[in-house]
C-alpha cells in the first residue's frame, strides 16, 4: 500500500513512518509522498533527506480543486492517508474518495482536548492548567469535523504533579511515536491487497 503523509510542521511522526516502513515493515506500506502546506516547513527537509517526493498544496487546491489534488493523489497510487499535523480540515469530497483510508493522531484523550484550535501546545497547556491526572493520544478515522473521527487506538500516560506543558509535550510525542506506524500498519494490514 502507498501511503501519502499530509504533514505541515516538524514532522517527527512523518519521519518516524518514513523510517517504520522502510525498515520494519516494506512488504505492508510505504510512505510515497508528503502532502505539505507550508513551504518552509521543516518536514520537507525529512522528506529530502529520506528522498520521498513531496507535494507543497494551497487553500484552493484543497478545497476548490479537489478533484485535481485526488488526480495527483492517484497519480501516485496512493491507497492511504495518514495526517500527523496537518491542521486543515479535510475536504468531503477527499473523504470520499479515500473512504475510511484517512486518519489523524491527536494529542489528547478525544473527545476531550479536540477540535478547532486545540492542536500542539495549546492541547498541553490546557491539560496541565486544568491539573489532570492523564492525558495520551488518540489515533481516529478522519471525517469532516475536526477530531471527531471514530475511534482506532488510545494510549494514556499518567501526568505527574509538576508536569510542565513542554515536558508533557515530549513525554505525548515519545508515545506518538511508538504507536502511530505500528497503528497504521494493522490498518494496512486489515485492507484487500490492491494499492488504491
Ligand atoms: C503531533 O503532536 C500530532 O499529534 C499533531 O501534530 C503534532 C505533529 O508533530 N496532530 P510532528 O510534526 O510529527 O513532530
Known amino acids: 500500500h502507498r501511503i501519502a503523509v499530509f504533514a505541515s510542521g516538524s514532522g517527527s511522526n512523518a519521519e518516524q513512518l518514513i523510517r517504520y516502513f522502510k525498515e520494519q515493515a516494506p512488504d505492508v506500506g510505504e510512505v510515497a509522498l508528503i502532502v505539505c502546506n507550508k513551504p518552509d516547513a521543516y518536514v520537507l527537509e525529512r522528506a529530502k533527506k529520506w528522498n520521498?517526493?513531496?507535494?507543497?498544496?494551497d487553500r484552493e487546491l484543497l478545497y476548490e480543486r479537489t478533484e485535481e489534488l485526488i488526480a495527483m493523489?492517484?497519480?501516485?497510487?496512493?491507497?492511504?492517508?495518514v495526517l500527523a499535523g496537518f491542521l486543515w480540515l479535510i475536504p468531503p469530497r477527499l473523504i470520499e474518495a479515500y473512504p475510511q483510508r484517512i486518519v489523524n493522531i491527536h494529542p489528547a484523550l478525544l473527545p476531550h482536548y479536540g477540535g478547532k484550535g486545540m492542536y500542539g501546545m495549546h492541547v498541553h497547556r490546557a491539560v496541565v492548567a486544568n491539573k489532570e491526572k492523564e492525558s495520551g493520544i488518540t489515533?481516529?478515522?478522519v471525517n469532516e469535523h475536526y477530531d471527531a473521527g471514530q475511534h482506532i487506538f488510545q494510549a494514556r500516560l499518567p501526568v505527574k504533579e509538576g508536569t510542565t506543558p513542554e515536558q508533557l509535550a515530549e513525554q505525548i510525542h515519545a508515545l506518538e511515536h511508538k504507536y502511530y506506524p505500528?497503528?497504521?500498519e494493522e490498518l494496512l494490514r486489515a485492507?484487500?491487497?490492491s494499492s488504491a
Open 139 to 141: 489515533i481516529h478515522y
Open 182 to 184: 505500528k497503528v497504521v
Open 73 to 81: 493523489l492517484k497519480q501516485h497510487d496512493i491507497g492511504f492517508i
Open 52 to 57: 520521498v517526493p513531496f507535494l507543497l498544496i
Open 191 to 193: 485492507l484487500p491487497f
